[in-house]
């Protein structure tokens, strides 16, 4: 793809574009628009999430208001009582928590909400942003239904700034959240070029981005790498695997249009040979790596061809955070592109991922080399990645859906 269109993708679709608005919904119908102009068949899908409307917010310390975003989906009502700050979820620190509302770091995990809930902590309070950071912002936060599994205690986000002031002083606090909860939809966006056979490569990435980051790196160019294998595709088609490019909603929220899609077309996952997904390459600074949910033989593969093509990468059987792993957890090997850089030249999840940590020409290097090595394994006459995990990899799924708690 060249320069110009990666630039004018950026200038188009790089803002935000949360699960469920209608701004995920028209990057959605972009997408679609794009592939076909590129001659790929695309249609936009649509289904279930949960969706808030938040009506009113409170947090107090010793009477004083803090800033605070509640979390969507926590319900509604007010509690108070004292503040208690626990940095993990051992039984030491849990021993501490009952009858009180809890400060701790990170995001909520399964195992950890009730793990808290039943050693008797009454609410809960997380903080993002960063002290050295010049804003205050709060990211808008939810209570995934999958994790609280119909459990809900109040909860609110606030900045890392007050987070500290509160741990430093320990004071009574109050939660007082008003919301409504219903359903709504998001969407993901379905785009192929039909091989030889009726097998198929899907990739992968996600179209939403989070409440306050306009989402370029993490992850427009993701979508931009998708396009750029449909165009370079159709203009060397036919090949042996179709190709099929799945842009993802809602993946923010926990994969869920990733889940959404092989839920959907579960008769025609053993169809599929292979993921390649991709989020966030083209960063200025940092790093490209792939996460390879299959077997050994697959990462040798990718090291040979990154040899050949003279392109680092750092390659890990790893599972990630991203819509890869809702086709591994079917038995789909999948490749996961992504590029780490340090966090002091670029960040995700706030107002700083935007077009000045990208350059259109890295996103084209990164870009080129994960569409010709999908296009490589596309013109196969025998899928060269067996269909197949490894143990390792199947226990890291189990582990990282919640069905098995971590080994300490
Ligand atoms: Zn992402």
Redesign the pocket.
């Known amino acids: 793809m060249i320069q110009r269109e990666i630039q004018k993708i950026i200038k188009d679709a790089g803002h935000i574009r949360v699960s469920a608005s209608k701004e995920e919904k028209w990057t959605a119908e972009y997408l679609a628009e794009k592939a076909r102009a590129l001659g790929a068949e695309a249609r936009v899908e649509p289904f279930e999430v949960a969706v808030t409307k938040i009506n009113d917010a409170h947090l107090y310390a010793d009477g004083k208001e803090v800033a605070c975003k509640a979390y969507e989906c926590c319900g509604s009502g007010s509690i108070e009582a004292p503040l208690c700050y626990i940095a993990d979820f051992d039984p030491i620190s849990l021993s501490k928590v009952k009858g009180k509302i809890v400060l701790f770091d990170g995001l909520v995990s399964t195992f950890n909400y009730h793990d808290m809930l039943d050693a008797g902590a009454l609410g809960f309070i997380t903080y993002d942003g960063d002290v050295k950071w010049r804003d205050n912002d709060i990211d808008l936060r939810e209570l995934r239904e999958y994790m609280a599994k119909g459990r809900k205690v109040l909860g609110v986000n606030i900045n890392a700034k007050d987070a500290v002031k509160l741990v430093k002083n320990l004071p009574v606090v109050k939660i007082v959240i008003d919301q409504d909860e219903s359903t709504g939809h998001s969407w993901n966006t379905i785009a192929e070029i039909p091989g030889t056979t009726d097998e198929w490569i899907t990739m992968s990435c996600?179209l939403d981005s989070r409440p306050l980051a306009p989402g370029v790196w993490?992850?427009l160019t993701g979508c931009i790498t998708l396009l750029n294998t449909l165009e370079m595709a159709a203009k060397s088609a036919p090949h042996r695997y179709g190709i099929r490019a799945v842009f993802c909603g809602s993946?923010e929220r926990g994969l869920l249009g990733s889940k959404a899609y092989v839920k959907m077309h579960e008769a025609e996952l053993d169809k599929i040979a292979l993921n390649v997904n991709v989020?966030?390459i083209g960063s200025i600074m940092g790093e490209v790596v792939c996460f390879v949910n299959a077997t050994d033989p697959a990462i040798a593969y990718l090291k040979a061809f990154s040899c050949e093509k003279a392109f680092p990468i750092k390659t890990m059987p790893m599972v990630m955070a991203?819509d890869s792993s809702s086709f591994a957890d079917k038995g789909i090997p999948s490749y996961s592109f992504g590029k780490l850089a340090p966090q002091s030249c670029a960040v995700i999840h706030s107002r700083y991922d935007n077009a000045s940590i990208v350059s259109d020409k890295q996103i084209q290097e990164d870009a080129n080399f994960i569409s010709e090595f999908t296009l490589r394994i596309a013109d196969a006459a025998i899928c060269p990645v067996e269909r197949k995990l490894s143990d390792a990899i199947k226990k890291q799924l189990d582990e990282y859906f919640y069905r098995k708690r971590k080994d300490h």
């Open positions: 996600h993490d992850n993946e989020d966030m991203s």
